[in-house]
């Protein structure tokens, strides 16, 4: 049986893409590592943020939707992520790093069993820094950060989700994907897709009441990873064998994928790690300019005249 070695990367909506660029690439010190488009729907951005090369397990991505409204809070939805930092003092860095760009912050304190502090981005999504001294060894340091190596965001860690059926996604973590339990209480439980190990780790709480209606700010859904195509082929059948509606493989061009809803209705995409963003930029130059997958390109004049030009803000 294969095993899931953690998150690949998480999609959410923003409705500035110059506001959530400055934000990620200044404020948090991470590297715009793609600019390309939804290739559902190609009139809108689709940014990546990551470590020097956007390796799995890093990648913050965003679908920039202008129209888009409030996000309503609820249940059945995923509705924080977590980053991990090298150490406490880490904490303290971004805490007076918060306080000098204006970002809505907590105090220091704890989540998930770890030292953490809670904080937000311009869209109102929900965010918390984790203490960690595990090394992510596939995460590279971005030497052209603004943001020390030594307190750089190192890639995700716990992602958060708030059901209903809290034993229904427990059972599609542990029983079809192999996730571990490590704690529980009675609305809160722990679950590691490799144990011990924080970087692939989700927390499932229970809330009732009526579901949450996604606006700015809200989580699209997360992306778990496999090494490559058979083992995505084989996760493939295991959806489908569990009576889930798969999407199928489908090519992004940068990895391939397929989507699925579990039984609470949270979106799950599962990813595969290769090939990667260097597929069609080298790494001295990734993030820099629009990039198209090959069957978008016949299109680039059509698609750039409906982008508006993203504004680059230098740190203050």
Same mark, same amino acid.
């Given at each position: ?72 809070? $609820?249940?059945?939805? &995923? ?5 991990? +930092?090298?150490?406490? !003092?880490? %904490?303290? /860095? *971004?805490? @007076? ?117 996604? $606006?700015?700010?809200? &989580? ?5 990873? +496999?090494?490559?195509? !058979?083992? %995505?082929? /084989? *996760?493939? @059948? ?79």
């Amino acid at each position: 049986m294969f095993t899931i070695p953690g998150h690949h990367h998480i999609s959410m909506i923003t409705k500035n893409a110059s506001q959530n660029n400055h934000f990620y690439k200044q404020v948090l010190g991470l590297r715009r590592v793609k600019v390309t488009v939804n290739q559902d729907d190609p009139s809108m951005y689709h940014l990546f943020y990551g470590d020097k090369t956007g390796s799995p397990g890093t990648e913050l991505t965003f679908f920039e939707i202008p129209m888009s409204g409030h996000t309503y809070r $609820g249940t059945n939805a &995923i509705t924080r992520i977590g980053l991990l +930092v090298p150490s406490v !003092e880490s %904490l303290h /860095y *971004w805490k @007076e790093r918060f306080e000098k760009y204006d970002v809505y912050h907590d105090e220091i304190s704890t989540y998930a069993n770890r030292p953490a502090l809670k904080f937000e981005d311009p869209d109102g999504l929900r965010l918390v820094l984790l203490a960690s001294s595990e090394r992510i060894d596939h995460w590279e340091t971005w030497e052209k950060s603004n943001v020390p190596e030594e307190h750089q965001i190192q890639g995700m860690g716990p992602i958060e989700m708030t059901v209903r059926r809290l034993e229904k996604l427990a059972n599609t973590l542990t029983d079809m994907f192999g996730y571990t339990e490590v704690s529980r209480n009675e609305s809160e439980a722990i679950f590691q897709s490799v144990e011990g190990e924080t970087f692939g780790e989700i927390v499932v709480k229970y809330m009732d009441g009526p579901s949450e209606r996604p $606006g700015r700010g809200s &989580i699209h859904h997360l992306a778990i990873r +496999v090494r490559n195509d !058979e083992e %995505l082929a /084989y *996760w493939d @059948e295991q959806v489908k064998q569990r009576g889930f509606h798969s999407s199928g493989i489908v090519d992004r061009f940068y990895f391939k994928s397929l989507y699925f809803r579990e039984s609470n209705g949270i979106l799950f995409e599962i990813a595969t790690d290769e090939p990667g963003f260097t597929v069609d930029s080298d790494v001295e130059s990734l993030g820099e300019q629009l990039d198209l997958p090959p069957f978008l390109e016949e299109r680039r004049e059509e698609i750039e005249a409906k982008l508006a030009p993203i504004e680059e803000k230098e740190e203050e």
